[in-house]
């Protein structure tokens, strides 16, 4: 009786090893898609809030906006960042 004898190949983990790199891969750029898709969604809601916020400050009369401690040339930042930051002076003296 012949015995024949069987060498191991690594075909098979090498195999293993494509497919694994390839979900990885796939996965991915799952990853990275779904997160351009999550920026750009956030971006587009930043913008509709700063125009939404835009309009209701400029709705506003000088003294109004006066009282909230805004000026005319101040609302397109105001709109845009938020809230304006206070000076080092302005913080400095209180």
Not at 47 to 67: C, G, I, N, Q, S
Not at 75 to 82: H, I, K, L, S, T
Request: proline residues 2%.
């Amino acid at each position: 009786m012949t015995t024949r004898r069987q060498f191991l190949t690594t075909a098979p983990i090498k195999s293993r090893v494509r497919q694994a790199t390839a979900l990885r891969a796939a996965q991915s750029w799952r990853a990275v898609l779904a997160n351009w898709i999550a920026r750009l969604i956030d971006w587009i809601q930043s913008r509709h809030r700063a125009r939404r916020a835009f309009a209701e400050l400029t709705a506003l009369d000088v003294r109004m906006l006066a009282d909230i401690g805004l000026s005319r040339e101040a609302v397109e930042p105001a709109a845009r960042c938020g809230r304006l930051r206070e000076r080092r002076s302005d913080r400095a003296s209180q």
